[in-house]
């Protein structure tokens, strides 16, 4: 069974920082497993914000690109979301996943969640 459990979320004002981790456990090889970090806003679909690959590639959503850092620790079996001059856009709910290995961010792509952490950004 895959546990993925997020934290790091918060209110902050427009501008700020916060950094997101999400804690894996269960029977995979997080070190070989392509990652990603997908948001919700109110009223919205999910979308995928930045993936990693199992080498470390990443890739990110327009929306967030030059803002935001996807990494990982392998050790650790942590997936992190660093982000930097937050905009009240960037309000929602913040998922972890476990996806196929494909270059792009793609919701569909995810086959394991966690249950999400609440970013609020306000102006």
């Known amino acids: 069974q895959v546990q993925l459990v997020e934290s790091g979320g918060g209110s902050v004002q427009a501008g700020g920082s916060l950094r997101l981790s999400c804690e894996t456990s269960?029977?995979?090889?997080?070190?070989?497993?392509?990652m990603g970090w997908y948001r919700q806003a109110p009223g919205k679909e999910r979308e995928a914000v930045a993936i990693?690959?199992?080498?470390?590639?990443?890739k990110y959503a327009d929306s967030v690109k030059g803002r935001v850092i996807i990494s990982k620790d392998n050790f650790k079996r942590t997936l992190y979301l660093q982000m930097t001059s937050l905009k009240p856009e960037d309000t929602a709910i913040y998922y972890c996943?476990?996806?196929?290995?494909?270059?792009?961010?793609?919701?569909?792509?995810?086959?394991?969640w966690g249950r999400g952490t609440q970013v609020t950004v306000a102006s």
């Open positions: 996943g476990r996806r196929g290995c494909w270059d792009r961010l793609r919701v569909l792509d995810v086959v394991d």
């Open positions: 990693i690959a199992e080498d470390g590639t990443t």
């Open positions: 269960g029977q995979f090889t997080f070190s070989s497993t392509c």
